[in-house]
Every structure is written in C-alpha cells, then in structure tokens.
C-alpha cells in the first residue's frame, strides 16, 4: 500500500496480476479482489496491463471515482512510466499514432490510420550496450498504447511478448514497463497528490 485515505487508495502492482478480474476463473485473481476484503467496496479508476507494474488508483467511494476518472479522461493527471527499450531512439521525441485493436484473444493493437488518436512522449534517461532506458509520458491511455508506439518507433520494450521480437524478448524475463508516477487533485481536498514508486528491477544485474 502506497497511499491510503477515506476516499482513495495507491497501490504497486506487481507484473502478472490483472488489474480486474477477466472472464473464466483462470482470470479470476486481480488487484481489487485482493483488497476488498480489507478495504471494502472499490472502483478502479485507470487500469494496468498484466505484465506492467506500478502505481495503480483506486476509489473508495462513487464520487470519488467520478472525480478522478474525469481527471484521468480530461488529461489532468500527470503519468510517468520507466521502461527499457531495444537500441537507442535518441535523445528524446514524440509519437502521435492512432492505435486501434488488431484481435481480441489475445487482446491486441496496432498502429492504424482509422484508429483513436494517440500520442507518447519520451525521453532518453540511459544509454547501454544494445539497449536504452527511458522515461515514458502518455498523453493519451489508450490500451497497450506504451508498448505498441515504442515497437512501431522501432524499439519495442524488452521482455514484451505481445510487440517484442527475438532480441527484445532474450534481454529480459519480464516486460520492463514500470508505472512510476502519478499526480493528481485530491477529489475530496482538492489538494495536489505526488506518488511515486520505483521499479523493482533496478537492483538486477540484468538489463
């Protein structure tokens, strides 16, 4: 538990839980059933996919959850994520490049003219041998949005088994993408809320 109060909840996600449960009793096992059993009814109020880890929000109460999911759809929460790449895409830049669903099982997107209009900003944090860390700016939160702009840039995010190829996929064990920030207006308060969270593979010896 990151942050706690009468009207919401942070938590950090590990990577391979569902953020809400799927269909069939194989996707039963997700965040929020984990929690109500402690903290009561809850409402997601943005969603994580399975194999990203970090900051997830959740709403304790109706109101609360109108609030924030109008902040979210208004574009006034500030979101990060850390994420190692394949190769270095330079020193920073912007992709704008609507994405629609590609198939359902397993779900998919790509990059596609018809699609919903969507933009990432990036920027470069480090550089190695073969492979780049970089911060991670959504402006849009299209499903998949992440994963699928950085693979059509040509640098798709190491261990992705959806978008990831060979060489991406035998760099790491598990999808390298890690919710690191969110800020946003108390929806009680109205105060400014900072929350972040680091990724738990920093301290690997691997890339």
């Known amino acids: ?22 269909l069939g009793p194989e996707q039963a096992d997700a965040v929020v059933g984990r929690l109500v059993g402690h903290w009561g009814p809850l409402q997601l109020v943005h969603r994580l996919d399975r194999d990203t880890s ?33 190769g270095t895409p330079g020193a920073a830049g912007r992709i704008e ?20 209009p969507s933009r990432t900003d990036w920027r470069l944090l480090e550089a190695h041998d073969g492979w780049s860390r970089v911060e991670l700016r959504p402006f849009t939160g299209r499903s998949h949005q992440l994963r699928v702009h950085l693979a ?40 400014r809320i900072a929350l972040s969270s680091q990724a738990p593979w920093l301290c690997a010896d691997q890339p």
């Open 97 to 116: 490049r609507p994405l629609r669903r590609a198939s359902r099982q397993p779900p998919r997107y790509r990059v596609d003219p018809s699609g919903r």
């Open 152 to 191: 059509w840039l040509g640098h798709p995010l190491l261990g992705d088994p959806l978008y990831g190829n060979a060489r991406s996929r035998g760099l790491a064990s598990r999808l390298r993408l890690h919710a690191t920030r969110l800020a946003f207006d108390h929806p009680s308060r109205g105060s």
């Open 54 to 86: 970090g900051l997830l929000l959740l709403a304790r109460d109706a109101a609360s959850h109108r609030t924030l999911s109008l902040a979210f759809a208004e574009r006034r929460v500030e979101k990060s994520y850390l994420a190692d790449v394949l």
């Open 1 to 22: 538990m990151l942050f706690s109060d009468p009207w919401l909840l942070a938590v950090d996600k590990p990577a391979g839980l569902l953020s809400q449960p799927g």
